[in-house]
């Protein structure tokens, strides 16, 4: 097959010459393109050390390797009832810097080795969502969100089981599979703050105001980012200016073969291609090329491809899927075969922003212990919303675990406001969460989903406070 090639800086143009119809198998180009660089590799090499070590030193020193996998604590054996949530081996802080070190590194194994199975989940969920489902019908139905598109999806998370850590690679899988932006995040939100099982073990606690309240309050906070999302995405279309890892979208047959042409034109006219040079229909379509991430047009009105930024986790250049995708009638059997190497493939990308997060998890675990939070927002004197607010974001939590520990707070003297405040930004606000959001997001969401989640808990800590 004859090839032509047109340099354009990082991202360069490579297309075939002949019909992009059925040559090339769905999927082959893209994922041929994809190669893990060596920070990738080390980060590979880091997960599998780190997951070994906790096994390692849980068999070693007698502990719980049930614990490790329900919880990610490092815990004496026979524990039972509420308190293995929160029971883990003392860590003795010191000034010996090789020491807390080393309790840094395995207690960040131990949380990594609880996660480890909701990631790799979250990565098939994710590959399944981008092979399975049709992004352009994805995106002609539902178009940037909006508050009906917003409330669904608060629902969905609301109802889905996923953990804070897990949500994260299937959200980038909703994305990439055409969903818009704001309810993505509607849905990361709700997802890990409130779900049928926390909502039932709040109310069981601490009683069922305190689960409504937390019902209302995750609405509020999720539907208000999804608000602001939708405007801004109305305003910026390109997923790139959002997103800081992009999977090329599965494209219909049609559409590949107009990118396919507009490629062709792009490698001829380095400067931009006017939308009437690909037709009447140029205009609309170039306009979804640039929702998918694959072009962007310039203040005078030409259209380039987009250009792949190399030495980051971004995918390969948009050039490079044009003549594959959807033109291919694929079997089961092959989308299932893409699913697997795609959910690889992310899972290579992410697994720096992974290991970030488990090593900030152990660090405010031997930094900040569970007992140290019940001192700081137990009693009287620092009793605040606000105080447990900023305790959620440093105090790491995993879903599921926040009620008992807002019990142990409770029992500190933590009002019914700060214990709310607690219980919503506990799961989804934490600084791991916010580390593995990173390695998605563009700074602006991250700001975004950070200040508006912070404020609100505060805000609904507050009127709590006026009616209980």
């Not at 060596?38 to 906790?54: D, E, I, P």
């Not at 998890?361 to 137990?378: C, R, Y």
């Not at 990173?438 to 200040?451: E, I």
Request: hydrophobic share 50%.
């Amino acid at each position: 097959m004859n090839r032509h090639e047109s340099g354009t800086g990082a991202g360069s143009v490579e297309l075939s010459s002949a019909s992009p119809a059925l040559e090339t198998p769905a999927g082959a180009a893209s994922h041929a393109s994809f190669r893990p660089t060596g920070t990738m590799w080390f980060y590979l090499a880091a997960v599998v050390v780190m997951y070994l070590s906790a096994l390692v030193y849980a068999s070693v020193n007698g502990l719980s390797l049930s614990s490790l996998y329900w919880y990610g604590l490092l815990q004496p054996p026979g524990i039972s009832s509420e308190d293995a949530r929160l029971a883990e081996i003392e860590t003795p802080l010191s000034w010996n810097i090789p020491q807390v070190a080393w309790f840094v590194y395995i207690k960040g194994a131990a949380v990594l080795v609880e996660l480890f199975q909701y990631w790799v989940i979250g990565m098939l969920i994710a590959a399944g969502l981008i092979v399975f489902v049709s992004w352009e019908k994805v995106r002609a139905k539902m178009g940037f969100g909006g508050f009906k598109a917003n409330l669904l999806a608060t629902m969905a998370g609301a109802v889905i089981p996923i953990c804070s850590c897990g949500v994260v690679p299937v959200l980038a899988g909703m994305v990439e599979a055409g969903i818009p932006l704001a309810p993505t995040m509607a849905f990361l939100i709700a997802a890990p703050m409130l779900n049928v099982p926390t909502v039932f073990m709040t109310a069981g606690v601490l009683g069922w105001p305190m689960a409504i309240a937390r019902i209302v309050a995750t609405f509020g906070i999720a539907l208000t980012v999804g608000e602001v999302l939708s405007r801004w995405q109305r305003k910026h279309r390109s997923p790139r200016k959002f997103l800081k890892i992009h999977v090329p979208p599965r494209l219909s047959p049609e559409m590949q073969r107009f990118a396919f042409q507009f490629g062709l034109l792009a490698s001829k006219h380095p400067n931009g291609v006017r939308a009437d040079q690909l037709g009447p229909d140029g205009e609309q379509k170039l306009v979804l090329l640039e929702e998918a991430g694959l072009v962007e047009s310039s203040p005078a009105g030409l259209w380039t491809l987009v250009e792949a930024e190399t030495g980051q986790i971004k995918s390969v250049g948009a050039c490079a899927i044009l003549p594959e995708g959807g033109a291919v009638e694929r079997t089961l059997g092959q989308k299932f075969a893409e699913m697997f190497r795609l959910g690889l493939r992310l899972f290579i990308q992410l697994n720096g922003y992974l290991l970030l997060a488990v090593l900030i998890a152990g660090a405010i675990k031997v930094l900040l212990p569970t007992k140290l939070i019940t001192d700081w927002v137990g009693g009287t004197a620092l009793n605040s919303v606000l105080v447990a607010a900023f305790v959620a974001v440093l105090g790491y939590v995993c879903t599921y675990v926040e009620v008992p520990t807002a019990l142990a707070l409770m029992s500190k003297g933590m009002g019914p406001g700060s214990t709310l405040a607690y219980l919503l930004g506990g799961p989804g606000l934490s600084l791991p969460s916010i580390a593995m959001l990173s390695g998605v997001f563009r700074s602006r969401v991250l700001v975004l989903y950070v200040g508006v989640s912070f404020v609100g808990c505060v805000v609904a800590g507050y009127i709590y406070n006026l009616f209980f």
